[in-house]
């Protein structure tokens, strides 16, 4: 039911933008973005639903903690990159744009330094010195 | 049993961390990161295959400072009942000792049966060897009783006595009081040589003095 309102939010919104973009392009574009947020805050609470099932499935599979926090830190990442990439790609920044998802790659390998760090410190116990 | 629920924990682990990767795969918004997150993942899955032996030796470290740790503790906790323990080595030990001292009484007092019936003509009734502990730990003879009967066997040298005197009675009749009193003397004196004997020879071989040895020796019934 949800994804009918979120097309039709997205079809008004075009709509407008379509009607407005002629007159006040910055307006059509603060739309474009109010818009954008809320069709990404009604779906972060479904992610938060899909999440917590991630979360309780990896509890009950007592999956080390290290693990799940860290794949929840890369989704979140992934999506506010996404987003305020796609943004400011909207707004006809490209080149923020992937100054920005360059920002989300950075830091997703920064989540993945640890794991390195553990994996060839392992490696390095287990090989007779 | 432990081994499988342990398999099972560890497979449980990976299948669910793949599944999560590919969840994640598809609800990634953007191509561009695909590689990043999908190098991550594999990290992470690589680290839960290795989670056994990073275990291990985590396991190891952990070793001295648990074993340090309980150390400590139990140190804590004996301090405070250190003497109910000492006191429990005391009860112990001189539990021990009070064994000790009856098995080898025991043996003494076998062994002094079959080496007086052995070497007298008497029948062993009673052993009684009663030991001391002396302070290095050295149990010593403390004393010696004995209760010995002359054997019916051997009874014709002693048994002699009483019926030799009974044949004479009749011919001196005067002299009869003195006679039985004579064999009386005779019996007691014959009784009291071989109680000597006996305590000599318990003095010679348990290496005692003579107050320690006490030897009755009753009469053939």
Redesign the interface.
């Known amino acids: 039911m949800e994804i009918i309102q979120v097309v039709g939010l997205g079809l008004v919104t075009t709509f407008l933008i379509l009607v407005i973009k002629e007159q006040k392009p910055v307006f059509a574009f603060l739309l474009a973005t109010f818009v954008g947020i809320i069709i990404f805050i009604s779906l972060a609470a479904k992610?938060a639903e899909?999440i917590g099932v991630?979360q309780n499935?990896?509890t009950q599979?007592?999956?080390?903690n290290l693990?799940?926090e860290?794949?929840l830190k890369?989704?979140g990442i992934?999506?506010i990159?996404?987003?305020g990439?796609q943004v400011t790609r909207d707004a006809g920044q490209g080149s923020i744009a992937s100054k920005i998802?360059l920002a989300?790659?950075v830091l997703?390998?920064v989540?993945?330094i640890p794991?390195?760090t553990?994996?060839i410190e392992?490696i390095v116990?287990?090989l007779p010195a | 049993m432990n081994v499988i629920e342990w398999l099972g924990d560890w497979l449980k682990q990976i299948i669910l961390l793949i599944l999560i990767a590919t969840f994640m795969d598809l609800l990634l918004p953007n191509h561009t990161m695909e590689r990043y997150v999908k190098l991550v993942m594999g990290l992470l899955i690589i680290l839960a295959i290795l989670s056994p032996i990073f275990n291990l030796l985590q396991k190891d470290l952990n070793l001295s400072s648990l074993a340090f740790t309980t150390d400590r503790s139990t140190d804590a906790k004996t301090l405070a009942p250190i003497d109910q323990i000492k006191q429990n080595s005391e009860k112990l030990k001189t539990a021990q000792n009070t064994l000790i001292q009856e098995q080898t009484e025991q043996a003494m007092e076998q062994m002094i049966q079959e080496q007086i019936a052995q070497k007298f003509p008497v029948e062993v009734m009673e052993t009684n060897v009663t030991t001391q502990m002396s302070p290095e730990h050295v149990t010593r003879i403390k004393q010696i009783r004995l209760v010995a009967r002359m054997k019916d066997a051997h009874s014709p040298d002693s048994g002699d006595g009483m019926r030799s005197p009974q044949p004479i009675m009749p011919v001196h009749v005067n002299v009869g009081e003195e006679q039985p009193a004579s064999t009386r003397t005779e019996k007691p004196s014959q009784q009291a040589g071989l109680v000597r004997s006996i305590i000599d020879d318990l003095k010679r071989t348990w290496n005692l003095s003579s107050e320690q040895i006490q030897v009755r020796l009753e009469p053939v019934l």
């Not at chain 1, 599979?61 to 080390?64: D, G, L, P």
């Open positions: 992610l899909v991630l499935l990896a599979a007592r999956v080390n693990f799940l860290t794949i890369i989704i992934a999506y990159a996404e987003f990439a998802e989300g790659k997703i390998m989540m993945a794991i390195i553990v994996i392992t116990q287990i």
